[in-house]
């Protein structure tokens, strides 16, 4: 009897394969961002960092509140770690890998498997994903909650069993949701689901309400600390609703979104890679948005195109939060990918060997698309001035050349200016090998200053310098 398909032992294990490479792609890309690209650090991680160092403390500002949870992640690292570029950038790492899995979970819970190896290994392994995965800011928290609470919410109507820990697992990233900036827009689009879609509140209607009372319990809880700070300080209420304190310049801010998300001819500039999403990734997306509207009946399609218009208003308020898109981009991109994949399948309902040619082409396209937005963003981070210009390896550096010197506090004092001081300080604090001021001191066997703090009136032993063209003089040691 002739080979079937399905005897093949490729087409058996397609998942394995599938789930395998996606788990050794996570670890390389993960790998990559971590310790290589672009390995340095812009002001807001810096600023990250510094707000995370006040957790603790008689002096912890009401505002640290805003990404408490990250803030923490980020505190203990510094404990446990010390202050280096890799402990900055680790909550995001960390988080990234469990955001990845979560993109993972969601589209294998919402469509199917073959639909969630494509999608996941388009949308995890992309310069978007991979600069939100290793910057040193609270940013990742959005993508990463956003995606945990749509997984969740969904086990709470599909699920018989463990119903209790569902329900209150979902109060309880709810409640987490509401410490990120713009973050409570989902939590209300989910409940306004809840509330008018008719089937989702038939659902709702047959829970057990002892049960919800005690997760709603919970969430609120959670809730004490940002209800505390709140108190204290009302304006923290303008960050959380994504509300700008400064003047609006509408027109510049829509320029600034555009170019940022679709501008396949615009530079990179700042810190991000110019465009977020690529052509190929862009069409897709449409594609996944005609599907959507075409099926706007459905609670899915309900919450993301609602979740989706809320983002895209809210980033004209806010164009530094254009990233806050990406939960929705995996969405319509999971659309648009079970919308190619089934169009296919319909032409050759009964012949599983074109099912299978099908597939070829646009595995080729989904690997096309994540090797092209992998080499963008290396050659990016490495060769872009402009990108370039917004990270320091000052820390690298730093932490280098007391090693080099054998640093300790008894013996090397560090000078630098007075807007440095206080990341500096942070830096002496866990590694307790140097002191740190804005003045020279007298009796230290070595004196390392940075490029514009007072230098001692003697000549440099040694100049430390960076691969920069201009300004790459950035410490001078001397003995």
């Not at 990404?67 to 950038?89: N, R």
């Not at 897709?284 to 218009?309: C, K, P, Q």
């Not at 307790?432 to 003697?458: E, H, L, M, Q, Y």
């Amino acid at each position: 009897m002739r080979n079937r398909v399905t005897d093949f032992l490729v087409y058996r294990w397609r998942y394995i394969f599938g789930y395998t490479f996606i788990l050794v792609a996570i670890g390389i890309m993960l790998g990559v961002a971590a310790f290589f690209i672009p390995n340095e650090l812009r002001q807001g991680e810096i600023d990250s960092a510094l707000t995370s160092a006040t957790l603790g403390t008689n002096a912890m500002s009401p505002q640290a509140v805003v990404d408490l949870p990250y803030h923490l992640l980020q505190k203990l690292s510094f404990m446990a770690f010390g202050v280096s570029t890799f402990t900055i950038k680790l909550p995001s790492i960390i988080l990234g890998a469990f955001t990845a899995l979560g993109v993972f979970l969601l589209i294998r819970t919402w469509f199917s498997a073959n639909v969630a190896v494509l999608a996941t290994l388009l949308t995890i392994i992309t310069s978007q994903f991979l600069f939100l995965s290793q910057d040193g800011t609270p940013l990742i928290m959005f993508a990463f909650l956003s995606v945990w609470l749509l997984f969740v919410a969904t086990f709470v109507t599909r699920r018989k069993y463990f119903g209790m820990f569902w329900k209150v697992l979902t109060c309880l990233v709810m409640a987490a949701s509401l410490y990120t900036p713009m973050g409570i827009y989902l939590v209300l689009v989910m409940l306004t689901t809840a509330l008018f879609h008719p089937h989702i509140r038939f659902l709702i209607r047959k829970f057990n309400r002892y049960k919800i009372s005690v997760a709603l319990a919970l969430g609120l809880a959670a809730l004490i600390p940002l209800g505390y700070a709140l108190y204290l300080d009302s304006t923290i209420a303008f960050t959380l609703l994504g509300i700008p304190n400064g003047s609006l310049d509408i027109i510049a801010n829509a320029r600034t979104v555009i170019e940022s998300m679709f501008g396949f001819a615009a530079a990179s500039a700042g810190h991000l890679v110019r465009p977020l999403y690529p052509l190929g990734v862009a069409l897709l997306m449409a594609v996944g948005l005609f599907r959507i509207l075409s099926h706007r009946y459905t609670a899915r399609s309900y919450i993301t195109i609602s979740w989706g218009f809320v983002i895209l208003l809210l980033a004209l308020l806010n164009p530094d939060k254009v990233t806050h898109f990406y939960p929705v981009a995996v969405i319509l991109i999971s659309y648009g990918m079970i919308y190619m994949i089934r169009s296919w399948y319909k032409i050759f309902p009964r012949n599983p060997y074109a099912r299978v040619a099908g597939m070829i082409p646009l595995v080729i396209f989904v690997l096309a698309m994540v090797t092209s937005g992998v080499t963008r963003y290396v050659n990016t981070y490495h060769n872009n001035p402009d990108v370039l210009a917004t990270y320091s390896q000052d820390l690298t550096l730093f932490r280098n050349t007391l090693s080099a010197n054998n640093a300790t506090v008894d013996t090397t004092h560090v000078v630098v200016t007075k807007n440095e001081l206080p990341f500096y300080q942070l830096v002496a604090k866990y590694s307790k090998n140097f002191t740190v001021s804005i003045d020279p001191v007298a009796g230290k066997t070595t004196t390392v200053a940075s490029r514009d703090a007072t230098k001692p009136a003697a000549a440099p032993h040694a100049i430390v310098v960076n691969s920069r063209a201009s300004q790459a003089d950035r410490f001078y040691i001397y003995k």
